[in-house]
């Protein structure tokens, strides 16, 4: 698999009161998307992001890192030849977006991902 990006997945309680923080603070002022549940804020100048999550929409178990890649499927393919663990199966989200979370040996569960064009 190749990793194109990567975006933090910043577990919070409330996404309204944690967004001045990382918005005012620490310049991450664009918001990209707010879904309620995951919201991403973009540095305008260096592009650097997080994203902030009160829980998965879809998923049993949220993801500490959200993987983006341009291969989705094969990736899908490739970690269930390797015998990871799938958390959840590929899925194209009701959002456009097409992923899986796979369940990494150390115990953190990664999204991988991949946007619609």
């Given amino acids: 698999m ?7 997945n910043l577990k919070v309680a409330d ?3 944690a967004k001045s923080f990382y918005s005012d603070f620490l310049g991450l002022s664009t918001e990209e998307f707010n879904m309620g549940w995951v919201a991403r804020y973009t540095s305008p ?3 650097a992001n997080v ?12 993801s ?6 341009d291969d989705i499927d094969g990736a899908y393919e490739e970690a ?6 799938i958390v959840h199966p590929i899925t194209t989200e009701e959002w456009g977006v097409r992923r899986f979370l796979v369940r990494a040996p150390d115990g ?3 999204n991988i991902v ?3 064009d």
């Fill in 51 to 62: 994203q902030l999550v009160t829980h998965d929409a879809t998923a049993a178990e949220d």
């Fill in 45 to 47: 100048d260096t592009g």
């Fill in 114 to 116: 991949r946007h619609r």
């Fill in 15 to 17: 996404i309204g009161t």
């Fill in 2 to 8: 190749r990793a194109r990006r990567i975006t933090a």
């Fill in 80 to 85: 269930r030849r390797l015998g990871y663990e």
């Fill in 108 to 110: 953190n569960v990664v």
């Fill in 64 to 69: 500490v890192i959200s993987v983006h890649t």
